[in-house]
């Protein structure tokens, strides 16, 4: 492979040679500034460069007879004959973007901006590389209106990002398509398998796959937000599309080098806040023993217990043990030693000992790539290394990415092009998560008390026992967070391979075909080790997860183009076939014959088996056509039809087909009406769809699933639900409308956008009851509407000749209202979040007719009819059964604010990011409190807390209320009011202000005057760069954006024990060749 690499680059290198060349300047017509990164491109070619800081340029060419392209944002594109000319300075004159801007739209068509009749927002690669992120999706929140962004930070680095626009329509499915470079891949995220009980291996998040899309390759990122845009796409892109654009060599002058490091300082941001004036026990009681119940309250860790710093002494896990031979051991050594005594030592507050777990973490970036432009065509190749030492102790993430890209015309009438990614990622260690005793919250923060010193667990191992057992504070319910991470690691490796081939042939003037094939593979080994005296696997266990994804799409795209007087018309006619194939399987065993050996061969308890294959395929037809008016009016008519073998039946295919239309029409009013000076461009659009969303396999016909072997042989069962052989597709009807106003030369921009949609059929499971042998029951039913408003508004307050400030502001609100259900009252349950098993300690995302996607319900208290609490005669709150609704996890509105300072070679960029609305359940909150260690729990008046409420003094029919004036002790009342079985108390209100990113950057530049090696110019950039640099939030305890993992997804909603996300400080250098 190596020697073959070396050999492609070489010859690509060989044929990057020129005869000629022109260099000039490029200036502004508005000051007579030089204007750097302007685009060079040869008329009709591939070949091209752009202008240096100081708005210099040389181009290659082959012959004098060419056209030179001359173009810029917010300038008029120019054309130049080079003849006999050597030097060509050009002055560019200030034009309208809205006229000449360029967008990648669906089936990766560039077309102009002013002829869509939809909303489209694109970002370039600054938005993305500048400030990275290990998964950039990340680096697209606060960017684009009407996109939502949920960071994975909480669950660890290199957690899977959640990503929906236009808010939820679905039930089920709210994922958007990603396509890179013409060809959809696998966003999926695949967890291992769990049970709910107090037992097993809890969930690990390995991340999302659009993640492994490499920043540093990033061209341009397209959004596709509404029907009208993703309707060539199908029953993919129901939910909108991401189109990413890699970057080739096109704009390359010769042989370019370009080289870009990263470095990140990260820190934990937005701890627990705790109290620390009380610590371990209950009733005030404490002294250790065995941390198994044998001393006063020794295996509770509420911190219920004595005051601390008050110079008493007190027998605890890390006091000093002076054994027969005058050995000194811990007091939680508890092997070795046997009714000697505990010497008791001071009881003291340790209020940093998260803040001190708490590493600080480093992340490196370093990427290189070469590229050039050629007479036939261009390449680019690119290689980056990825390194995350996580702020969790003993957490990381590592991915190298090697990229390729070529363009080549072998002859005047034939473009070949290819893009082939490959990644490997890999982690020795990604956190658990969830509640449970495998999360190292679990005995930090919610259970670890407030005289825990962390430093004295460090030694995780009793001394004589290593490998077989360790050292705690408590043996009943907790796990050393030292041993979690070092000893019970959940490590993965991942090699993904993603791209695709296209030949373009022009068979007439007018005519041309396209063909493509492309495919995303990926092959995962992950392993999870328990060593011996793991709260939940005493005696040890092992397991291997194998997860594999393949898919492969193929497609051909005829186009016409023809102009007929004031026509412009454009004919496409394509087909795409995709075949998707999926499996997962997770093989362990619960006990281990001898600690330390992970190995099937080591098992002492029988090898369980789980697992799950799926195949699918869709065909698929489809058409465009395009016609536009005298650059003023334009319409876009779509059909697609779908084949889809997932709703086919071993009997019948009668619903595999499905079509979907779309129409949108685009007005120029600029270009014939005269407006007033000030309005230098006016566009009204309209759009109206349909699409699809198809459902996963084998929701139609019975499928089975590998169950673990008997007696060697394989057992398989059948699927807890009753399939649905007239099962339909989802379908979303959509129409949006939409005007793009641009003022003062552009220098003040405004795209507003308001859509309309219906999905109908939606696909969901009911329960029914268990004695059918089954649990539920697929159906298509219920109706979702989805309004909105997305507001893009774009200005350059200041523009003179050495400072110019940008700035855009993003605005969107979303509304989704169930208007039917299936079944005719109540509510149905789409998804849950629960501790364990216990029903009662479950939040409940519900829907029911004119409620909203994303409303949860849970239980609380007591309350009388004016809202107050009603307490018993003795002061106590009275629990309520009943489900509430205790709030919705979708945001009110969602504004962002990038920003953009240049001054002479300075810029500044920096984003905000600000969500208003929506509310979450907090674990830490419930458990934390009820152990008394958040802050909330400080206040402790000897004399008691009177409960704000009322007390029934009369009968239940005819209640006599009157306020509560009965105490009940700190520890009775705090227990009791965030009590986890109760989920009322325990609501956060999300809203939020972050700023997501900021950068300070330097850029100059260095020819061969200046270092002697050079052999032309070098272009430079320094930055000092940051992430979550601050954060404002009624929330004090976590960062209010949150995932919680539950079974095989993630849940919006619920805070579940999370881990610190981290602020970033960091230096970044770019140096392009």
């Known amino acids: 492979m190596k020697h073959f690499l070396l050999g492609l680059t070489l010859c690509l290198i060989s044929c990057s040679y020129a005869q000629n060349s022109v260099t000039g300047t490029v200036t502004s017509s508005i000051d007579g500034t030089s204007l750097p990164f302007v685009n060079i491109v040869i008329k009709n070619t591939n070949q091209g460069t752009t202008s240096d800081i100081d708005g210099n340029y040389t181009i290659e060419i082959n012959d004098q007879n060419v056209i030179l392209i001359f173009s810029s944002l917010g300038f008029k594109t120019k054309e130049v004959f080079v003849g006999n000319q050597s030097t060509i300075n050009l002055i560019l004159e200030e034009g309208s973007t809205g006229l000449e801007e360029v967008v990648v739209t669906a089936l990766n068509r560039e077309r102009e901006a002013k002829e869509l009749g939809y909303a489209i927002q694109s970002i370039g690669p600054s938005a993305i590389a500048e400030v990275k992120s290990v998964n950039f999706l990340d680096n697209l929140a606060g960017k684009i209106a009407g996109v939502t962004i949920t960071p994975g930070g909480a669950t660890g680095v290199g957690s899977s990002s959640k990503i929906i626009i236009r808010g939820e329509q679905s039930f089920t499915n ?135 710093n008050q110079g008493t002494l007190i027998p605890q896990f890390d006091s000093p043990v002076t054994l027969a031979d005058g050995t000194i051991v811990r007091g939680g050594d508890t ?91 890999s982690s020795d260690n990604r956190p658990s998560n969830g509640y449970g005793s495998e999360n190292v919250n679990y005995s930090l923060v919610a259970w670890g008390p407030r005289s825990l010193n962390i430093d004295n667990l460090q030694q995780y191992w009793q001394p004589g026992l290593e490998g077989v057992q360790q050292y705690s504070f408590n043996y009943t319910f907790f796990d050393n967070p030292y041993f979690i991470l070092s000893e019970n690691r959940n490590s993965f490796n991942r090699d993904r391979v993603f791209g695709n081939i296209a030949v373009r042939q022009q068979l007439t003037k007018n005519f041309n075909i396209t063909i493509r094939t492309g495919m995303d593979y990926s092959k995962e080994d992950r392993q999870f080790l328990r060593n011996f005296s793991t709260n939940r696997f005493r005696n040890g266990a092992y397991a291997e997860h194998d997860v594999f994804y393949r898919e492969i799409n193929t497609d051909f795209l005829f186009n016409y183009t023809k102009k007929i007087k004031d026509f412009d018309i454009d004919v496409s006619v394509g087909g795409n076939r995709l075949d998707q194939k999926a499996k997962t399987t997770q093989t362990q065993t619960t006990q281990l014959a001898q600690p330390g050996i992970f190995s099937f061969n080591n098992a002492a308890s029988p090898i369980e088996s789980f697992g799950f294959e799926s195949e699918k395929r869709i065909n698929s037809l489809y058409g465009l056509l395009k016609i536009g008016y005298k650059d003023y009016l334009y319409l876009d008519i779509t059909g697609r039809n779908d084949w889809s073998s997932a709703l086919a039946t071993p009997f019948s295919a009668d619903n595999t087909s499905f079509f979907y239309p779309s129409v949108s029409t ?28 198809d459902t996963n396999p084998y929701q139609t016909s019975g499928a089975f699933v590998s169950q673990t072997a008997v007696n060697s042989q394989p057992t398989f069962s059948n699927q807890d639900f009753i399939p649905n052989p007239d099962l339909k597709p989802e379908k979303t009807t959509s129409f949006e409308f939409g005007t ?334």
């Open 666 to 693: 685009s007005f120029i009013l600029s270009n014939v009406v005269k407006l007033p000076k000030m309005i230098s461009f006016a566009k009204l659009r309209f759009s109206a769809a349909q699409v699809g969303n």
């Open 740 to 1073: 793009d106003l641009r003022f003062f030369k552009d220098r003040l921009n405004l795209d507003v956008t308001y859509y309309n949609s219906l999905t109908k059929d939606q696909i969901l499971s009911l329960p029914i009851p268990i004695s059918s042998g089954f649990s539920q029951q697929v159906v298509n039913g219920g109706e979702v509407r989805s309004k909105g408003l997305e507001i893009v508004l774009d200005a350059i307050p200041v523009k003179s000749e050495n400072l110019q400030w940008n700035t855009t502001v993003n605005f969107s609100k979303n509304v989704s209202t169930i208007e039917s259900l299936p079944q005719q009252d109540g509510r149905i349950t789409l998804a849950y979040s629960r501790v364990y098993d216990n029903p009662d300690q479950t939040v409940w995302f519900q829907v029911e007719e004119g409620g909203r996607i994303g409303d949860f319900y849970g239980t609380g208290y007591l309350r009388n009819e004016n809202g107050d609490f009603v307490l018993t005669s003795e002061g106590r709150f009275i629990a309520d059964p009943t489900l509430k609704k205790l709030g919705n996890y979708n945001p009110d509105f969602v504004v962002g604010l990038t920003n953009h300072f240049s001054y002479k070679n300075w810029d500044v960029d920096f984003v905000l990011d600000w969500r208003q609305g929506g509310e979450l359940v907090s674990r830490t909150l419930s458990l934390a409190a009820v152990g008394g260690q958040l802050e909330e729990t400080a206040f402790r008046p000897e004399e008691g807390i009177i409960a704000q409420g009322v007390v029934n003094t009369g009968t239940a029919e005819n209640p006599v209320y009157v306020p509560n004036t009965t105490a009940v002790t700190p520890e009775s009342f705090y227990r009791q009011f965030y009590d986890r079985n109760h989920e009322e108390n325990n609501v956060y209100d999300a809203s939020y202000l972050k700023m997501r990113q900021f950068e300070i950057g330097y850029s100059f530049s260095l020819d061969e005057n200046k270092i002697n090696f050079l052999k032309g110019s070098a272009d430079f950039k320094v930055s000092l760069v940051g992430k979550n640099l601050f954060a404002i939030s009624d929330i004090p305890h976590f960062d209010p954006e949150q995932l919680a993992v539950q079974g095989q997804g993630l849940v919006s909603g619920v805070e579940d024990l999370s881990y610190a996300t981290s602020r970033s400080f960091g230096l970044k250098l770019g140096v392009n060749f």
């Open 174 to 308: 709210n994922n958007p398509l990603f396509i890179v470079d013409g060809t959809p891949i696998n966003n999926n995220t695949v967890f291992n398998f769990t049970n709910e009980a107090a037992a097993g291996f809890q969930e690990v998040d390995f991340g999302n796959g659009a993640m492994e899309v490499n920043p540093d390759d990033i061209a341009s990122v397209s959004v596709l937000k509404g029907p009208s845009a993703a309707a060539l796409y199908g029953t993919r892109a129901s939910n909108g599309v991401i189109i990413i654009n890699t970057k080739d060599g096109s704009k390359s002058k010769g042989l370019g080098i370009s080289i870009n490091s990263s470095i990140f300082i990260d820190t934990a941001f937005q701890l627990p806040q705790f109290q620390n004036e009380y610590g371990q026990g209950n009733s005030g009681q404490f002294e250790f023993v065995d941390g198994l119940g044998g001393g006063i309250n020794d295996n509770i860790t509420y911190s219920w217990g004595p005051r601390l």
């Open 335 to 425: 092997s070795l030693y046997n009714g000697i005594p505990i010497t008791a030592t001071p009881f003291v507050s340790n209020p940093d000992n998260l803040k001190d777990f708490y590493e600080t973490g480093v992340t490196t970036i370093n990427n290189v790539s070469i590229s050039s432009g050629f007479d036939k065509g261009n390449y680019r190749l690119s290689f980056t290394d990825l390194r995350s030492e996580s702020i969790i102790p003993g957490v990381n993430l590592d991915r190298k990415t090697v990229a390729a890209r070529l363009g080549f015309s072998p002859t005047d009438k034939t473009k070949v092009t290819t893009s082939i990614n490959y990644v490997n990622t």
